[in-house]
Nanobody, 121 residues
């Protein structure tokens, strides 16, 4: 099991930026692909981005391509989500996840507790 703790959420105006961090502990971080998901009020949790164990390959949902960047530092057991050009529709609770696989569909092994991101118009 991997314990995951997100940070970096907050309130930002549209067009602004935030960087989320997810610190992992427990089983070997570098064994896992890592991902970010989000859940807006009244909506289902959705996939946002994922990175392979070494960061060599990343995938994004279409709505964030070109605006969000996932990265990881295995030496620090940390994965990041840099979010630029934020839009009000990006408002959600963002969850970090340790993934068993990314394709054909992300399969989550462990979840973080989530961090709120609110984008004002």
């Amino acid at each position: 099991q991997v314990q995951l703790v997100e940070s970096g959420g907050g309130l930002v105006q549209a067009g602004g930026s935030l960087r989320l961090s997810c610190a992992a502990s427990g089983r070997a971080f570098s064994n896992y692909a890592m991902g970010w998901f989000r859940q807006a009020p009244g909506k289902e949790r959705e996939f946002v981005a994922a990175s392979t164990w070494n960061g060599d390959s990343t995938v994004y949902t279409d709505s964030v391509k070109g605006r969000f960047t996932i990265s990881r530092e295995n030496a620090k057991n940390t994965v990041y989500l840099q979010m630029n050009s934020l839009k009000p529709e990006d408002t959600a609770v963002y969850y970090c996840a340790a993934l068993v696989r990314i394709v054909p569909a992300p399969h989550v092994a462990d979840w973080g507790q989530g961090t709120q991101v609110t984008v004002s118009s």
